[in-house]
């Protein structure tokens, strides 16, 4: 019979050997399918990867996590396992790969794993962000009839926002933050438009308003390096972020009862995102899902998104320039949407912001049963890979959008240009993701967009950079922000 001591001495030799027979049978498998092995990190801890959980921790402290993985990418291949707190995950940021999972075979890699469980304390477990098959199609059915395009076309709704902005911005040529500006427009733009009412922050900020907005950039943070540094840290007890977790579904909460109340009052738009909810029958908890849900699609990414293309034009004048002739050109203050859609360059300027600076920049997956993806084997990293059922796949889009085999050698510049070149691409720039998870709100964003940089450029006519000259930190949330703003300085048109 054997002892408690003799099981505990054989403990790490049952697990090797649990481990060597699982490897071998995968290989075996791997190799009757045609799949070839993947690079590995190699790492200085191979059995917990202590060395790269303490890189990652660092680089998320610093705000330089996608340039780390980046430099990972380039160096160890466009496929790769690394392994964090125990667990492998395979990084990859191969297009062929990302269309598979996100399109072709989508219900076989459902929302799952540490990203999943890391938002649902945040968004809930009936947003459209945490849910899977029939809740997951109830939830978008939702939110669709708010981004269709009757609804999107109506500048009128941007313009007062637009211009509360504009407003905002100093005249003297003093330093500014365009981003929290930005931030505080798109909240103010998102609300007004998907509830029926606006925060109206770019004017009267009221403190509960400012401390949702510490709230839920915490929790958003929080949740994110949760789900990136392993499984381990969701169950380590973290009182502040549950005190903020439950300030930030309180607040909306608020705002739920409020248009309950109000229900009977004329408001500005016909069709208000948050009635709609409230009339299909949803309780409580299930509209405070969606409205988070709609918060982080309708403001965090086109805020972020409108501060990229800022940030490069402050050091782009050239395009700046060019920019203002097509933008001046029009002779309407107020432009269609069909207008927007037509400029050609004013796009092209959006596209290059996109490309470098994805909101959503980094997403993950893990299959429901053993499977194939068409890329990432071989010395070469072009043959197929068998992938393991659980096994948590990670891409970055900030690394894909940067492939210089895919975008030219000068893929880590901004040169609106490139879109003027023939450049043809698919699942290589997905900007608002792909296949039927696409964001919904892609022409809600994109209008705002347009529609903010017209009206800028044309009070404006030069934008200059006022921070410094070193590396761009970027803030890993949910969603990507710049962790040090984006100062700069504007000059208005004398006109």
Not at 20 to 34: D, E, I, P, Q
Not at 168 to 175: E, H, L, M, V, Y
Not at 217 to 245: D, I, M
Not at 284 to 298: M, R, T, Y
Request: one cysteine or more; hydrophobic letters at 40%.
């Amino acid at each position: 019979m054997l002892t408690p001591t003799t099981l505990l001495l054989l403990t790490p030799f049952l697990y090797l050997l649990s481990l060597l027979l699982r490897t071998t049978l995968y290989r075996v498998r791997a190799r009757s399918l045609g799949c070839s092995p993947v690079a590995v990190y190699p790492h200085k801890d191979p059995i917990l990867g202590m060395d790269l959980f303490r890189d990652t921790l660092r680089a998320i402290n610093t705000h330089t996590l996608l340039q780390l993985w980046d430099s990972r990418f380039r160096r160890y291949g466009n496929t790769h396992y690394i392994l964090t707190l125990g667990r492998w995950v395979l990084m990859t940021n191969e297009p062929e790969n990302v269309k598979l999972i996100l399109g072709t075979k989508m219900d076989e890699w459902p929302l799952d794993g540490p990203r999943l469980h890391a938002v649902v304390p945040v968004l809930g477990r009936k947003s459209v962000f945490t849910t899977n098959g029939a809740q997951w199609r109830e939830a978008r059915g939702m939110i669709r009839p708010s981004f269709v395009r009757d609804q999107v076309a109506d500048l009128h709704c941007f313009a007062k926002h637009v211009g509360n902005f504009l407003n905002a911005i100093p005249k003297d040529g003093s330093t500014f933050d365009m981003q929290e500006l930005l931030l505080s427009m798109a909240m103010d733009s998102s609300t007004d438009f998907l509830l029926g009412y606006s925060t109206n922050s770019l004017l009267e900020p009221s403190p509960e308003a400012k401390q949702f907005l510490e709230d839920f950039e915490y929790t958003s943070r929080e949740a994110a390096k949760k789900s990136r540094l392993g499984t381990l840290l969701l169950w380590l007890p973290n009182g502040e972020f549950q005190a903020a977790v439950t300030r930030v579904r309180e607040y909306v909460r608020t705002y739920i009862r409020k248009s309950q109340a109000e229900k009977t009052d004329k408001k500005e738009r016909n069709y208000v995102f948050l009635h709609e909810i409230l009339k299909s029958g949803a309780d409580e908890e299930h509209a405070v899902d969606q409205v988070l849900s709609v918060i982080i699609a309708g403001r965090d990414t086109t805020a972020a998104a409108m501060t990229a293309c800022f940030y490069y034009l402050a050091r782009n004048p050239a395009a700046v320039q060019k920019l203002r002739k097509e933008i001046l050109d029009v002779e309407d203050e107020m432009p269609t949407w069909d207008q927007l859609k037509n400029m050609k360059y004013l796009n092209m300027v959006i596209k290059e912001g996109l490309r470098l600076f994805p909101p959503a920049s980094t997403n993950s997956r893990a299959p429901v049963k053993d499977t194939v993806l068409p890329r990432g084997g071989g010395p070469d990293g072009k043959q197929p890979i068998l992938v393991p059922k659980g096994q948590v796949v990670r891409w970055s889009l900030y690394s894909l959008h940067r492939r210089k085999d895919i975008f030219g050698e000068d893929a880590d510049e901004f040169r609106p240009e490139r879109w003027d070149e023939n450049l043809r691409v698919g699942w290589e720039y997905i900007p608002f993701s792909g296949g039927p998870r696409i964001c919904l709100g892609q022409q809600f964003a994109l209008t705002q967009i347009e529609y903010a940089l017209f009206k800028f450029f044309r009070a404006f006519k030069s934008i200059e950079p006022r921070d410094t000259d070193g590396p761009l930190l970027l803030r890993t949330n949910l969603t990507v922000t710049f962790a040090n703003g984006c100062l700069v300085s504007a000059t208005p048109d004398s006109k």
